[in-house]
């Protein structure tokens, strides 16, 4: 019987895992895009300079993620609360995996 829930439970992460991995590279590409529009509009005319790919502009965002994901979460914590201070560990040692992953998802599409 025990054996049957970890099973269960193995697949139930399995399913979250792949569902967090799409909707990650998934908003990803949408930050990317909206990225790309706003590059596109603002800077490009008034500046002259290149216009950026939704890649270029998603693996931006990425980065963007990767350096300030951290600093929000610990700058809108509270010292004493310890959910927010595991909260800031998970996000220093998973954020620069998972930004590694979308960028190397988003290197395969260039």
Known sequence: MAEFNFVRLAKIYLI???VVVFLGTLTTFYY???????WSWFVVP???LIPLTIRQCAGLMS???FTMAPISIALTSKPDDPEKAISVLV???FGPLVSLLMGFI????M
Not at 32 to 38: E, N, S, Y
């Open 16 to 18: 979250v895992f792949v």
């Open 32 to 38: 990317g895009w909206v990225f790309h529009v706003l």
């Open 46 to 48: 008034s500046f002259h």
């Open 63 to 65: 980065v963007l993620w």
């Open 91 to 93: 996000a220093a040692v």
């Open 106 to 109: 988003i290197l395969q599409f």
